[in-house]
């Protein structure tokens, strides 16, 4: 009877210190959510607070995020579009409800199995809790998994630039704005001077009429009456949306011009977005699961010696080029 007593006790304490972790992680997950989260919080709290609008602008400094809280509840067009809303890391914003259920079930069932009066309550307590047990370490151990990546990340930008209106209404190619995707290791974000090529006619847009594109003139210190640029302008400062860690080199070029690999691959369809969110887990899975079944593109000068030392019909993969080599990819 006693060494079953031993059993009970250590079961009772290794669940205490279960249920302090669970609180410790999400306490301390919910505050760097709702404070600045340093661009690399995952996790439910994460998604939840972004959810409603603006809450979290990570990488901002606190003042900038709050005024941009302000600007996103008068800008009601600039919101995250309903099929890329519950795609965070780990199971996105869908688990937000299940795992506190499941942890106020858990509570609640864990009060049964100690203050249970009959035998039938303690054991329908006791399935209860270890249901809920398993529900809340499942997502624990997913969003763990995600900690540091930032799938679903989709900061309120200084200026509603809607990728759906530009590139699917209006017909403009990734690579007008986007230049340097195919020379060099950064795609690079267009200067708003590009957006005057076409912003010094279009002065209104049909769902935020001049409140958006008139603050492409404030930066620039363009006056739209007298048509000329006779104010102070002040820099703009787009919110990255992917960011990969610095011990990672990613190079554009590589993937655009020689591996002929559409932008939507690893961003996802950035065409339908009016905000831009981060589509896929860029995480090292992601990287080698393409290098290890792509095959390379051998048809242009850098593979003509290469080319020569093929087997005929060989086909090579990225990873027979060095894409699996630790080196590749880290410093
Ligand atoms: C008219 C100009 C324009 C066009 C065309 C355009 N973009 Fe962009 N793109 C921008 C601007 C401005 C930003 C920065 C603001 C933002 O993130 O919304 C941006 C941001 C992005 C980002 C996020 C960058 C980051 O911070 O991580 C990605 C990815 C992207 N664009 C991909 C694309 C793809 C893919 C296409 C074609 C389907 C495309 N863009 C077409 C102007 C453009
Ligand atoms: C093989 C995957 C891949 C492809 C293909 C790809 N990107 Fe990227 N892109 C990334 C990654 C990863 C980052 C983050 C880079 C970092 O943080 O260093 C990124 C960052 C960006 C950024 C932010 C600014 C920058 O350059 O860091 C823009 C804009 C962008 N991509 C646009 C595009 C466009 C447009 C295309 C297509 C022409 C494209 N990307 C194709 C993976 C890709
Ligand atoms: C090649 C032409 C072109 C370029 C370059 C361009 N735009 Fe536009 N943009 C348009 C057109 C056309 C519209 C009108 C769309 C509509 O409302 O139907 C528009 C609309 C807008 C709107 C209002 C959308 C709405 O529905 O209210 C904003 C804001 C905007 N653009 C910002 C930008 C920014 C910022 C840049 C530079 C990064 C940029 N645009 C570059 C053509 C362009
Ligand atoms: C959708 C497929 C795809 C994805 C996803 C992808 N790559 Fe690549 N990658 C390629 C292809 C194709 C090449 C070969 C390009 C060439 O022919 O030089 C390549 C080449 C490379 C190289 C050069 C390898 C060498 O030794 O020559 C590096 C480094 C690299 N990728 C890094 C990355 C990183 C980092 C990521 C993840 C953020 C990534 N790639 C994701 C397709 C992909
Ligand atoms: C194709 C590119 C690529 C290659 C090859 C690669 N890595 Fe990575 N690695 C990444 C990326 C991207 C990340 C960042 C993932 C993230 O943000 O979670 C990463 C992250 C890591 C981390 C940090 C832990 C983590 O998951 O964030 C370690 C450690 C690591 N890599 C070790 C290695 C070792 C060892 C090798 C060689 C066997 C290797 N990597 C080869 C792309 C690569």
């Known amino acids: ?24 992680v999400f306490s301390s ?11 690399n919080t995952a996790g439910i709290s994460y998604i939840a ?14 003042t900038e995020a709050s005024s941009s809280k302000k600007e996103s509840s008068t800008r009601p067009y600039d919101v995250i579009d309903p099929e890329f809303r519950n795609i965070g890391p780990g199971f996105g914003g869908n688990n937000v409800l299940p795992f506190w259920i499941a942890v106020v079930v858990f509570f609640l069932a864990f009060g049964g199995i100690v203050k249970g009066k009959s035998k039938a309550v303690k054991g329908i307590s006791t399935l209860v809790a270890f249901v809920a047990f398993g529900i809340i370490s499942y997502v624990i151990y997913w969003e763990a998994r995600a ?10 930008q200084p200026i509603w630039f809607s990728h759906k209106v530009h590139v699917t209404q209006n017909g403009i190619d990734c690579e007008y704005c986007h230049v340097d995707a195919r020379t060099s290791r950064h795609a690079g974000i267009p200067s708003l001077n590009v957006c ?10 049909k769902r935020s009429g001049k409140a958006e594109i008139s603050k492409i003139y404030e930066h620039l210190g363009y006056n739209p009456k007298t048509r000329r640029y006779d104010k102070p302008g002040k ?4 919110i990255k949306v992917h960011n990969l860690p610095d011990h990672v080199y990613f190079n554009h070029a590589q ?6 690999v ?9 065409e339908k977005m009016n905000r831009v969110v981060e589509y896929k887990e860029l995480s090292m899975k992601f990287c080698l699961d393409c290098h290890r079944s792509r095959n390379i593109i051998t048809d242009n000068q850098y593979y003509s010696l290469y080319k020569f030392h093929l087997n005929p019909g060989e086909k090579p993969k990225v990873k027979d080029i060095g894409g699996q080599d630790c080196s590749s990819c880290h410093y």
């Open 255 to 260: 993937h655009v011009q020689a591996g002929k």
């Open 29 to 39: 997950a919910l505050k760097a959510a709702t404070e600045d989260a340093g661009g």
């Open 147 to 156: 900690l540091g990546r930032q799938k679903g990340y989709a900061p309120v």
């Open 49 to 62: 607070a972004q959810q409603k609008e603006g809450k979290v602008t990570a990488k901002k400094s606190k």
């Open 196 to 205: 005057m090529n076409c912003h010094n006619s279009v002065m209104e847009g």
């Open 1 to 24: 009877m006693r060494s079953t007593n031993h059993i009970v006790n250590a079961l009772k304490q290794g669940i205490l210190v279960w249920m302090l972790a669970v609180l410790f």
């Open 262 to 270: 559409e932008c939507q691959e690893c961003h996802g369809p950035v």
């Open 235 to 238: 820099p703009i400062q787009w």
